[in-house]
């Protein structure tokens, strides 16, 4: 079974820029695969980060955004900030109504 | 505005099953996909199905199919999530999320529901 892969850890510094990907196990990820991406913060629910691959959710800042690099989805922050430090997890839509979440990735801003 | 309310924490017996309920406001009920996510312990989220609202057809992730049941009340907009032969493994808190159509993301998430299951 195809599995969604996403890098475990990743640190940036205050102000950077730093670009988390999002791939698979077998194939390359497209569009119609429908990307999103996730915020998560310890003890708090998800919050909607990027949608439809590049589609920034209401309220979310310009500094978040996402793309298709290669033969990944991929978000990219810009300007990273100390409340940016979070899980970041993507959700790929597999087709027949089923969906399927990255292992996540741990950033740290330090 | 959009709201998703689900029931309260629950203990439950390995064997047993529990039923987890997420109510909406602010939107029509039978327009949003409903989707459930979980998150053990530590570790990350992972889907567990959707329900469309409008007819109550579901789809569920391979892991859960033959444990996993969700259902609706369009009557009071709460739609409902039961898992059977619970394990400690199954300990976690359980999330709904709402899909605006065929959107193919979660737009609204709901506070979560932590199910323990310990003997």
């Known amino acids: 079974q195809t599995v969604v892969t996403q890098e475990p850890s990743f640190s940036v510094s205050p102000g950077g820029t730093v670009t988390l990907t999002c791939g698979l196990s077998?194939?390359?990820?497209?569009?119609?695969?429908?990307p999103s991406w996730y915020q998560q913060t310890p003890g708090q629910a998800p919050r909607t980060l990027i949608y439809?691959?590049?589609t920034r959710s209401s309220g979310v800042p310009d500094r978040f955004s996402g793309s298709i690099l290669g033969n990944k989805a991929a978000l990219t922050i810009t300007g990273a900030q100390a409340d940016d430090e979070s899980d970041y997890y993507c959700?790929?839509?597999?087709?027949?109504?089923?969906?399927?979440f990255g292992g996540g990735t741990k950033l740290t801003v330090l | 505005q959009v709201q998703l309310v689900q029931s309260g924490a629950e203990v439950k017996k390995p064997g047993a099953s529990v039923k987890v309920s997420c109510k909406a406001s602010?939107?029509?009920?039978?327009?949003?996909?409903m989707h459930w996510v979980r998150q053990a312990p530590g570790q990350g989220l992972e889907w567990m199905g959707i329900?469309?609202?409008?007819?109550?057809?579901?789809s569920y992730a391979q892991k859960f199919r033959g444990r996993v049941s969700m259902t609706r009340d369009t009557s009071t907009s709460t739609v409902y999530m039961e898992l059977s032969r619970l394990t400690s493994e199954d300990t976690a808190v359980y999330y709904c999320?709402?899909?605006?159509?065929?959107?193919?993301?979660?737009?609204?998430w709901g506070q979560g529901t932590l199910v323990t299951v310990s003997s």
């Open positions: 602010g939107y029509t009920f039978t327009t949003y996909n």
């Open positions: 439809n691959t590049n």
């Open positions: 999320a709402s899909e605006k159509g065929a959107t193919y993301y979660f737009e609204y």
């Open positions: 077998s194939g390359s990820v497209s569009t119609t695969y429908y």
């Open positions: 329900i469309n609202p409008n007819g109550g057809d579901t």
């Open positions: 959700v790929m839509y597999m087709g027949s109504g089923i969906y399927m």
